[in-house]
């Protein structure tokens, strides 16, 4: 009974994995047509000054709406567009659809665009950039790349060139996700990021007394304050999150407490409200609970 129990699971199994890959190359096949077909857009999330408590800039985010199956995450594609080498002409459309539409914002508010490693590694990334800026106008210190740890595992040589190649265009650095994965600190001693990104995985439960978070956040803020870098507490989601995050010294906040990521039209109408309710400068934030 035993072996054929044992079997039993081993055939389960085989059947799992063939599930498993028959779905992963339907995933590919359909991701091949996506851009084609128009079935991107990209969603933008506000960044907003703790300081000022005023939207200084916004994350863009892909967004795929999939014909049959509806929204598909980032976090479910993004890795599968990274095997298949489709990550370059997404992440092109990108930058090139987040710049453009940055344009159209008031002049000092940024657009924060995510870059793959894989799209690092390209030596003509600093040329897509250029172009992106170019069609849309905006100024290079608008656009911020964010980076992942993901681009120093391959050789440094060609990443410490790709870094002074992509400051040397003017734009913003950041070091996305910082703390999880690899966190060398030597990462930041090789690259001239303008800003850290601590990763709501810190924020989460940070504000609950005891946890040991909030020593961890405040670790990070005085590593980059000495580095002259910036900080951003990403998952900021209730009240006391940024009372802590405030309390903590992080400059910049993003999450669900300030915004979730919204359409480019919604951005317009956010920024055009908050106009009405600025004072000397900036655009002031509405807060969910
Ligand atoms: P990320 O760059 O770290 O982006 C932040 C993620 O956290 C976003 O998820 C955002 O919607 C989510 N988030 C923001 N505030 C909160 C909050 O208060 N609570 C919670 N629970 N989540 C919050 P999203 O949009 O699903 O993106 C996931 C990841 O996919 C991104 O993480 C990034 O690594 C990747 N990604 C998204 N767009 C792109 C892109 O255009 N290119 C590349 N290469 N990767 C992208
Ligand atoms: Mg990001
Ligand atoms: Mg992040
Ligand atoms: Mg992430």
């Not at 996506?34 to 969603?43: E, I, S, T």
Request: charged share 25%.
């Amino acid at each position: 009974a035993a072996k054929a129990d044992g079997r039993g699971i081993h055939r389960f199994f085989r059947q799992e994995l063939l599930i498993g890959a028959q779905s992963r190359k339907q995933l590919e096949d359909d991701l091949r047509h996506a851009l084609a077909q128009d079935q991107f857009h990209v969603a933008y999330q506000p960044v907003v000054s703790t300081r000022t408590e005023r939207i200084v800039g916004y994350e863009a985010l892909i967004r795929w709406d999939h014909p049959t199956r509806g929204a598909i995450s980032p976090t479910e594609f993004v890795p599968v567009a990274e095997d298949t080498g489709l990550i370059e002409a997404i992440g092109e459309w990108v930058l090139r659809t987040a710049c453009m539409e940055a344009a159209t914002w008031p002049k000092d508010i940024r657009v924060a665009v995510n870059v793959s490693p894989i799209q690092f590694a390209n030596p003509s990334l600093p040329t897509v950039i250029t172009s992106a800026l170019a069609k849309s106008g905006i100024a290079p210190d608008r656009l911020e790349l964010e980076i992942t740890e993901g681009v120093f595992l391959d050789e440094t040589a060609s990443s410490e060139h790709m870094f002074k190649m992509l400051k040397g265009l003017g734009v913003r650095l950041a070091l996305d996700d910082f703390g999880t994965g690899y966190s060398s600190l030597g990462y930041l001693k090789k690259a001239p990021f303008d800003k850290i990104k601590i990763d709501q995985s810190f924020v989460k439960g940070a504000a609950i007394a005891g946890n040991r978070n909030s020593a961890i956040i405040k670790a990070i803020v005085t590593l980059a304050d000495t580095l002259g870098m910036e900080t951003t507490a990403e998952g900021v989601e209730v009240q006391d999150e940024i009372l802590l995050i405030r309390e903590l010294g992080c400059s910049h906040i993003q999450g669900y407490v300030y915004g979730k990521p919204a359409r480019a039209a919604e951005v317009v109408r956010q920024l055009a409200a908050a106009d009405g309710m600025a004072t000397a400068s900036g655009y002031r934030v509405s807060r969910s609970p």
